[in-house]
């Protein structure tokens, strides 16, 4: 008998494509919802995503009762409370994250308080703490990576204690997902490019690490294809709505995948290098992403050679031998870093980042080596192991 | 408990089984970490008085080790003296077997669900390079391949260290048989 076993679940309605927004309405009304709160920051606002989303309620007779847009790119236990306290005192009955991983994040925190009470989100951190369903939640992402739309996870700062609360449970998920070509169009080229990059690397990392399963394999392969025929379209025309959509949509499929599936390595080192160097989440995907297949080659040959489809096409997968595939995969995603360094400047390596010593790959290799994404990496990594990975991605 | 009928024997072993591998491991753990440089320096990084539990849901079986300093483990059986730190839960007896019998890699168990993590991950992922260490020194090298992800390069144990332990392996092997067949 096989020792083959998975498991898969997302139980998040995907509401996507044109006037999406335009069905926020009819869904909140759906779970007898009268009474939404946005949360949000002032990026999104300053930008105007709200306005869409603002006029789409309105227009249908629905008002939205508090708007908070001033949760911070690391959100912390004491913006979580403030929130809440918005919430209970607006008598607001549902929630609708607009924004990225971070509003997404503060939103389920809030979503844990005002469901199950109190004022100490400490109190629910961890795996398998809630019991039962939370209060209506919709998420509006405005950037295409970060798939936490379609995570059971949030990770919330305890600024007074300095550590960070993770938070699992499948009822942080959304009710839905709204994904509208609108909320993406203003993206600048080089957060496009990352967060892109992160999406394919959920995508990448879902099918070529240990928990991979044929329902996972099956989304991160069509996200891979979809940023691998858009991205560099967008990059060329930021307007391109078509695109942009398609490029929402590989980030939540991407999400999804991973989600069932975990990452490995690329994410062990992304998580260290932003926590000791403060760059950006999908920058760091990109850069480490083919140095880390690169390290895992010899244990995943078959299903980064099988990613050359998706990459590259089906002429070129035909036309390349088997043996060679898994090279010409991670070719084919040096290849797209090379565009986008020519797009953005979108560094592809840590010195090209300006941002990094050489005398920080130690800890950073320290760091990775204690991050939970480590242990779904196909192949065991030691110290020595990660620091060679970090020389390799130096210069 | 129509199952019972069927193979009561089979799943009486299982259960021994699961539990002389819990006690082998446990004072496996403590003999190692007494020895080699590689468990201490994983497990230094662990407070003083940190408390891991193995364990099988619901009130199954268990392993409880406390780190005493230094890298050294203390071997406390099945009864922790205070609430663990660090908990990780197989969710069903059939699943510690698949793994405590080296037939699921720790890695792969979490990776297929098999398990719950309660407690800190960061330490969960230093437990499980202890555990793998270990499964290397006290089983066989083409057993241990199966166990664990890579085999490492730098074992230089004495062998008779871990003898003792593989002496309970055998014991423990046999049951695997029982359970097969
Ligand atoms: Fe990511």
Known sequence: MSNKY???????????????????PYELSG?????????TDKGVRAAGLLDPVIAACEESGLEIVSIYDDVPPDSSTAVVRDIAGVYRSEKCDSIIAVGGGSAIDTAKAVNILVSEGGDDIAAYAGAGVLKRPLKPFFVVP?????????????????TEKHVKLPFTSSFLLPNA????????????????????????????????????????DAYATAAI??????????????????????????????????????????????????????????????????????????????????????????????????????????????????ALYKHCKLPRTLKETGKVVEEQL???????????????????VTLEDAKAVLRRAWA | MIAKRIQPMAFQARRLYVELMFQVMGRALQAVSEVDATVQKDASALPEGFLFEMMVMPQGSSLIVEHVGNGRFHYHGNSAPRPVDLSIQFKHIAHAFLVLSFQEKTSVAFANDRMLVDGDISYAIRMTRVLNRLESFILPKLVAKRAVKEYPANLHLPEKLMSAARIYLKVASNFVETVRA
Do not use: W
């Not at chain 1, 998975?6 to 926020?24: N, Q, R, T």
């Not at chain 1, 779970?31 to 949360?39: D, E, K, L």
């Not at chain 1, 130690?362 to 065991?380: Q, S």
């Open chain 1, 142 to 158: 405005t950037t295409a990576g970060t798939g936490s739309e379609v995570t059971a996870v949030a990770v919330i700062a305890d």
């Open chain 1, 225 to 338: 294809k979809k940023i691998s025929n858009s991205l560099l379209a967008v990059m060329d025309n930021p307007k391109d709505a078509d695109n942009r959509l398609e490029l929402a949509e590989a980030s939540t499929m991407a999400g999804i995948a991973f989600s069932n599936s975990m990452v490995g390595l690329v994410h062990a080192l992304g998580h260290a290098t932003g926590a000791i160097c403060q760059l950006p989440h999908g920058l760091c995907m990109s850069l480490y992403l083919p140095y880390v297949l690169e390290y895992n080659i010899e244990s995943i040959r078959e299903p980064l050679g099988e990613l050359l489809l998706y990459l590259d096409g089906p002429e070129v997968y035909a036309a390349t031998p088997a043996s060679r595939r898994a090279e010409a995969s991670i070719s084919a995603i040096r290849r797209m870093r090379d």
């Open chain 1, 31 to 39: 779970m007898a919802a009268t009474r939404p709160m946005i949360v």
């Open chain 1, 362 to 380: 130690e800890r950073i290799a320290e760091v990775a080596l204690d991050d939970g994404a480590i242990m779904f990496n196909p192949k065991e």
């Open chain 1, 177 to 216: 997902a709204i994904i509208d070509p609108r909320m993406t169009l203003t993206l600048p080229p080089h957060i496009t490019a990352a967060t892109a990059m992160d999406a394919m690397t959920h995508a990448t990392e879902a099918f070529t690490c240990m928990a991979k399963n044929p329902l996972s």
């Open chain 1, 6 to 24: 998975y498991e898969f679940f997302c139980p998040v309605k995907v509401i996507a494509g044109k006037a999406a927004l335009e069905h926020i």
